[in-house]
């Protein structure tokens, strides 16, 4: 049975929503690995055990990052392309960090020397210390507004800059987000590893933990007193053709506050993100690493919904001209374009969940030191 359009509308924000949530807790464990790659490992033997922990699973982790991308376009096409405009070099930036996974997994231990297997270990770091980053930059910079705006001919405008980005707030943004995925990354290494490598990444968790609060407990506060936020005043009659600009938006102080006073159920999001870090911290010191990779799972989705749910019905704000701003309402796809994808998304996420499933079922075991030498040749 088809759905009407504005459940629709709403129906595919919440599986973008979650769509980001499999990213961040499948791709991001593998980023926060590599993240930690250079400081867990000591020995070219035990940096051999971090990367084969996600050896056998990051490239389908990689799923999650392309779905929920190709879902932002087919469902958003107007956010698609106006972020694009503005966040382009960004993108870029990613991109080619992105190049240095999937050449440093296959060819860092092809060559038996220390400098060559130091430099991939580096280009393994850099290309999962960067993405996180920019992405929670992104995030920040759509709290603060994007500077666009629509022509007459509804062409986005982009009156930024790439250095303007990097501001601050946006900063503390990308904190966040690395901070959490390292977090991630440290639960898994200390469930997947054993002795030295273990107590390693389990002093990581609590470093990593107390990053996050902090800083996520400071982006809140900032968020609350110091950026203003967006609220619809007057929105376009039931019914009428979705249009970015035939609605009033007001810019104000605590705007972005106003859905958790409204609706308190969703207090449940920013708690979820810090009792989880809590429990995943607690977990990991009393030694159950299988619950403190379960709680930092649940971080990520407490922090993408808490953003989420503060901006909502905003996906993307525009600082130079509020009425222009890009809302879950006006920057969708056809009813018929949203109802296909739905029928897609209900077969075959299923199928990326299963497989994922018996993937890690199958493949699940501790990497230790004695298997990677005794198949030097084999493992990455």
């Given at each position: 049975m088809l759905l009407d359009y504005e459940t629709l509308k709403f129906v595919w924000w919440l599986l973008i929503g979650v769509l980001l949530v499999?990213?961040?807790?499948?791709?991001?464990?593998?980023?926060?690995?590599?993240?930690?790659?250079?400081?867990?490992?000591?020995?070219?033997?035990?940096?051999?055990?971090?990367?084969?922990?996600?050896?056998?699973?990051?490239?389908?982790?990689?799923?999650?990052?392309?779905?929920?991308?190709?879902a932002l376009f087919a469902a958003w096409p107007a956010v698609y392309a106006a972020s694009f405009s503005g966040f382009y070099f960004a993108m870029l930036l990613v991109l080619f960090a992105l190049f240095l996974r999937p050449v440093g997994f296959d060819y860092r231990s092809k060559l038996d020397a220390s400098q060559w297997r130091n430099s991939w270990d580096w280009a393994l770091?850099?290309?999962?210390?960067?993405?996180?980053?920019?992405?929670?930059?992104?995030?920040?910079?759509?709290?603060?507004?994007?500077?666009?705006h629509y022509d007459d001919i509804m062409r986005p405008w982009y009156e930024g800059s790439f250095f303007g980005l990097f501001n601050p707030f946006a900063l503390l943004a990308g904190v966040v987000a690395l901070s959490m995925f390292v977090l991630h990354g440290a639960t898994f290494l200390q469930l997947r590893t054993e002795t030295v490598i273990a107590e390693r990444a389990a002093r990581a968790v609590?470093?990593?933990?107390?990053?996050?609060?902090?800083?996520?407990?400071?982006?809140?506060?900032?968020?609350?007193?110091?950026?203003?936020?967006?609220?619809?005043?007057?929105?376009?009659?039931?019914?009428?053709?979705?249009?970015?600009?035939?609605?009033?938006?007001?810019?104000?102080?605590?705007?972005?506050?106003?859905?958790?006073?409204?609706?308190?159920?969703?207090?449940?999001?920013?708690?979820?993100?810090?009792g989880a870090a809590i429990l995943a911290m607690l977990a990991s010191r009393a030694g159950r690493a299988g619950w403190a990779f379960f709680a930092s799972a649940l971080v990520q989705a407490g922090v993408i919904f808490t953003a989420g749910l503060a901006m909502f019905p905003f996906v993307m704000p525009s600082s130079s001209q509020p009425n222009h701003s890009l809302t879950l309402w006006d920057a969708t796809s056809s009813q018929l374009t949203l109802n296909v994808m739905l029928i897609a998304a209900a077969i075959f996420v299923p199928i990326i969940i299963g497989y994922t499933f018996w993937?890690?079922?199958?493949?699940?075991?501790?990497?230790?030191?004695?298997?990677?030498?005794?198949?030097?040749?084999?493992?990455?």
């Open positions: 499999g990213f961040a807790v499948m791709d991001g464990m593998d980023m926060g690995v590599g993240a930690l790659l250079p400081f867990l490992g000591k020995t070219d033997a035990e940096r051999r055990v971090i990367i084969n922990t996600v050896g056998p699973h990051w490239d389908g982790n990689q799923v999650w990052f392309i779905t929920a991308g190709g770091m850099t290309g999962s210390v960067v993405p996180p980053l920019v992405f929670g930059i992104a995030f920040g910079n759509l709290l603060q507004g994007v500077p666009f609590q470093i990593s933990g107390l990053v996050f609060i902090a800083t996520f407990a400071l982006a809140g506060i900032w968020l609350a007193v110091g950026i203003d936020g967006y609220r619809i005043v007057e929105a376009p009659a039931p019914g009428a053709m979705p249009m970015p600009t035939a609605k009033t938006v007001e810019v104000a102080a605590g705007a972005w506050l106003e859905n958790y006073s409204r609706y308190p159920l969703t207090l449940l999001a920013p708690l979820l993100g810090f993937n890690f079922r199958k493949m699940w075991r501790v990497v230790t030191v004695e298997e990677i030498e005794a198949h030097s040749h084999s493992a990455y």
